[in-house]
């Protein structure tokens, strides 16, 4: 799982033909001389198309964005461009000089001094991002116009995650005393110190975040020991006799916080959670039993539906196979699998569980490994989705720009995958001028 394809692989151009998709819309775009397609997102009867002019020239270089006949722009930025979760649109941020604003189809938000993360759900939140206002000192989170999370005055959002379904998002922001508060939709979870993660299951009804005691907590208790200093929460529906019941468990103090993970089996929670305990062991539990691994730094997991896990760790010892104790590899079943590698950021099991995507970090930038060999190196990447057990959306950074890149078995190049309500249901493919949109 180690092997690279070098990303000149941009450069073949192709027709795609897919078993079981047809063909919907094969759609003109309208360039000018100099102008290149950088991104495309679609839906089943329209496509927004990232362009850039002058691109090798950082004092003239524009974006614009085409869908269709129409042309957004110029600007100096753009970021997170996609398609709206459930409805007819595109949405992205993009900053004119220093001015930011959101666009959600013929709506505009703004103006902000600094725009991230823009995320798209169902029509509970049609339009998250953090924004800061012009003249004003605190991020907050929108949903719309709308601030949901943190005070412009007040209390700051440093970060949220929404789920994969759209229906539930999970934030911090700041309070008194340096404290943070833990939000899950509208309820409030509680106060605690610094957040160092926040995950939310694929439905949305269960969370967890891992994060420092606050300063109050460890005077009360009279502790100064560096390696108490963290702990974690858990909520989480579990079925019974009386209809759906929620819990709440708080992990133990422990040193170094790791990650957790979510996932269903026949509707019963399953979740997993890591950390270095006060002893300096690094430990990797399932619904609160220690599973005994002797791995190092498990710093990232993924559940999944079968209710096992597969996770990122450093080996606890260099083993039989002389494994790298410096650089992390792919464990399943406590063997590993895939390695070494400076840094795991996502691990992306394929829907039917036959094959598996890595991104990860080794000498010479990002790459997205796959069992037969990888994608890139690039300047980086995010946002790694299968489309059944072959195909792969995701956006990296290509010679200096973020691209969407689109990968069959007929190769590599500029395009993306068509989500609806957070499912792939087609591709989209730029090639020759024209978006060529298929669906299931």
Known sequence: MRKIIAGAGMAFIFCIQLIGQTPVKLLSVHLSQGEEVLQVAAQRDGYAALTVFWKDNPGQKRYY????DQRRGPYNEVIDLQAAFDTVGFIYAARNDTTWYVYEGSRKYGPYSIVSKVRSGNQKHRCLYLARRKMRYNQV??????VIGGSDVVSECFDYELSADGSS???????????????KDDEQLGNYGDVKKIRLSDDGRDVGFLFERNILDLFLKNQTRKDQNYSGLLRYKQPGSFGEMTFTDTLDFYMTPGDIAFARVNYDPVYYYSYQDRNGV???????????????????????????????????????????TAQFYIYIAQQPVGGPYLEVRQILPS?????????????????????????GPFGDMQDAAFMGEGILGFKAIYKGEWTSMLVTSAGMGVGSLIRERGQAVGIANYSQGNVQILVQ
């Open 351 to 375: 829907p039917g569980g036959s094959t598996m995507a890595v991104e990860a970090r080794i000498e010479d930038g990002w790459s997205l490994i796959l069992p037969n060999g990888g994608l």
């Open 65 to 68: 964005i085409l869908t269709g």
């Open 169 to 183: 998002y999970a934030l911090c922001f700041s309070g008194l005393m340096a404290d943070y508060f833990l939000v």
């Open 282 to 324: 690094w430990k990797l539990f399932k619904n609160g039993f220690d599973m005994k691994v002797k791995e190092r730094e498990i710093t990232l997991l993924k559940a999944l539906s079968n209710g096992n896990v597969i996770y990122s760790a450093k080996p606890g010892e260099p083993g039989p196979n002389g494994l790298d």
């Open 141 to 146: 989170l929108y949903d719309r116009a709308e």
